[in-house]
């Protein structure tokens, strides 16, 4: 347990485990039952003072969360008994946008609370969207670094330059490597004595408190749209494509808070290791399987520590009955390639909507789960064009490119070639 200061700034904890939250408060019935006449940031607002309202003044909290959500998060129908929460109207068209730059201004307040004058150094690994939103999030942002690590070649060349053309306290390290990489040489530069004496470290990967929690807005902000509409939050399946279960983690804490939906469904690509534990009761992390939908190409999901700590009740309950208790409020599905494929070509000529190769996954769970009276909302986690040489592919068009995306194809791309050595990305921090 840490106060939310220490949390944020440190990003980990001392013994590799994730800072949770101390206790997670119920907001009051009468907040649930305006909701639906709430504006997005007002909700925002409402469900950010339970979490971090004792830890930072309110007047500052309200001025972050505004500057966080500007813009709109909308449910669209996509057929009956079907809605897409598009999340990627954000700068970099994807749903990460808000967690990093809520956290960048959070890390912002307690440094200037500290009266801090040493530089703070987020260190991120990527495999594309994290990337983006955390470059985007911070950039500019005065008295911290940012060092994105991202794997060579294996994210796509939008992704790319969404991170890698942004100069100023943004550097883009591309690592010889996969994703695992990356995720190990952060993880492990913060376990490192001397690096950490050298320089102040955190981490903006979703293990940040700041990161994820305020991916919650969100599933608040649905279900108050889904009520305007006429429907009853307790009919409400929410299904999140996941890969590191930063956002569905979030969801849940919003459940915990009191949201009054029915049932979650975790959707992952051919990764299926949370899958797996929700079969069998085991995890079993696997090497990370590169797949259509590269954000969610993750064999050991850095949050699933957290979902375990939320139902097992900080561990007192046995492993049966956590899984138990998880598995009567999530269940989960797990598409291939192919899968992925088939549900882009069959949702585009049934409905025209395009769903990237991420909420294919979302949206094919409701498809095949969804039981009658029940109401489904898929998260469309990114904009299709993020991905547009896949999905021109695979849908025979031509996506239309957003101009903030178009902006971002015109920069020059820098970055700084790394092994996948840990000795190396040491002695490149400690030159800095
Ligand atoms: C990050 C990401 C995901 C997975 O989210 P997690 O919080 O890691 O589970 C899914 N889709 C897209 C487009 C993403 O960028």
Known sequence: ???????????????????????????????FSNMSKMEFRDIAYNVASAFFGDDVDLDSLQDLVYDTLQFPCPVVKVKEHIY???????????????????????????IKQEGRHETVNVLVATSGDTGSAVANGFLGVEGIHVYV?????KVSPIQECQFTTLGQNITAIEVDGVFDDCQRLVKSAFMDAELNNHMKLTSANS??????????????????????????????????PSGNFGNICA?????????????????????????????????????????????????????????????SQNGQLSSEETHQRITSLISGATYSDEQIKET????????????????????????????????????????????????????????????????FMK??????????????????LLAQ
Request: aromatic share 12%; proline share 6%; glycine share 8%.
């Open 251 to 311: 969801a849940l804490f919003g459940h915990q808070m009191g949201l009054p939906v029915k049932r979650f469904i975790a959707a992952n690509n051919a990764n299926d290791i949370f899958y797996n534990y929700l079969q069998t009761g085991v995890y079993t992390p696997q090497p990370s399987k590169q797949t259509l939908a590269n954000a969610m190409d993750v064999g050991d999901p850095s949050n699933f520590a957290r979902i375990i700590n939320l139902y």
């Open 1 to 31: 347990m840490a106060d939310l200061h220490k949390a944020v700034v440190k990003g980990l904890a001392e013994d590799r485990g994730l800072y949770m939250p101390e206790r997670i408060e119920k907001l009051p019935a009468e907040f």
């Open 411 to 428: 920069g020059q791309k820098q970055s700084v070639p790394m092994t996948k050595d840990f000795a190396d990305f040491k002695a490149f």
């Open 207 to 240: 293990i940040n408190v700041a990161r994820f929690l305020p991916q919650a807005f969100y599933y608040f902000n649905a279900v108050a749209q889904l009520s305007a509409l006429g429907h009853q939050p307790s009919d409400i399946t929410i299904c999140v």
């Open 149 to 153: 690590l991202y794997p060579k070649g």
């Open 84 to 110: 897409s929460l598009e999340l990627f109207h954000g700068p970099t068209l994807a749903f990460k946008d808000v967690g990093a730059r809520f956290m960048a201004r959070l890390l912002q307040y307690f």
């Open 344 to 407: 882009m070509r069959q949702c585009y000529s049934e409905t025209g909507y395009i769903l990237d190769p991420h909420g294919a996954c979302g949206y094919r769970a409701l498809e095949e789960q969804l039981k009658p009276g029940e109401i489904g909302i898929f998260c469309e986690t990114a904009h299709p064009a993020k991905f547009k040489e896949k999905v021109d592919e695979i849908l025979g068009i031509d996506v239309e490119i957003p101009a903030r995306l178009a902006a």
